[in-house]
């Protein structure tokens, strides 16, 4: 790799050839230089932080950057991560998951680890499309759209991952998309601070499927989509259904306290089992 004074470079791996796996016009992309940069602006040491991702186009990221990563199989990167932060609670522990990965087959494991509040900051990435495997239907592929597996439109509801994980009981929820840069850094640095289970939905454009459907030839039109259909929350508070149907709601939409997972578990290594 050609020597660069960006900070950016300071964090890939040098080993890895570049360009990287992606499609151009890609939102992971995006995605990972926020994620390095609010890391970098934390401070945090890179033998603090431990990514751990799935299986899928988003499971790829921690391939490239120079960090402690794991590459676990598809939909157990929280089960992954919970043992690892059980084992050393002073990691900084995130997860990287496509909306796939978190949501289908891994989405049992994404409601409980909400549940406990295990303290990992978890990041989906929500192109809204099986992007690797060929554009199939995924979880949150919104009701009605053709995709290579519903040639005549998607028959079933789409997931709001969101408000599932909210209800679920993670302690910090967010949904940004990747054209919102500004935003997206404010939420990822909210998770990573986070004491508890955090969850950032990242809404990202997959321009080889999900642009298909959407009728948007190239990435600055499938931004200028995000763009466009995209309101705050407090927004969202003044508009009625119909009026949110098919709006993207951005920002933070849970930020509570309660109890870590770890802290439990240390509660119950102080008391004596009395039979």
Sequence with gaps: MRETSH?????????MRFPHIWCPGCGIGIFMQALIRIIDRIGYSKDDVVLVSGIGCSGRLPVYVDFNTVHTTHGRALTF????????????????????????????????AA???????SFIINNQ???????????TTPYGAKTTSSPYGNPEAAF??????????ATFVGR??????????RLIEK??????????EVIAQCVTYSGRW??????????????????????AKQLNETELAGKIVIGVLADRERPTYNEECAKLRTKDLKV
């Design 115 to 121: 549940r406990r509040n295990v303290e990992i900051a």
């Design 7 to 15: 900070f950016v470079h300071r964090y890939l791996r040098p080993s």
């Design 81 to 112: 991560a919970t043992g690892i932060k059980l084992a050393k609670p002073r990691l900084k522990v995130i997860t990287i998951m496509g909306d796939g990965d978190a949501v289908s087959i891994g989405g049992n494991h994404l409601i409980h």
């Design 191 to 200: 998770a990573l601070t986070k004491n508890g289970f955090a969850m950032v």
């Design 214 to 235: 959407l009728g948007l030839g190239s990435p600055a039109e499938m931004m200028a989509w995000q763009r466009d259909n995209s309101v705050t929350v407090d927004k």
């Design 176 to 185: 940004t998309t990747v054209y919102h840069t500004t935003l997206l850094d």
């Design 129 to 139: 499309v099986y992007g690797m495997t060929g554009g199939q239907c995924s979880p």
């Design 160 to 169: 709001d991952v969101s408000r599932l994980v909210e209800v679920a009981g």
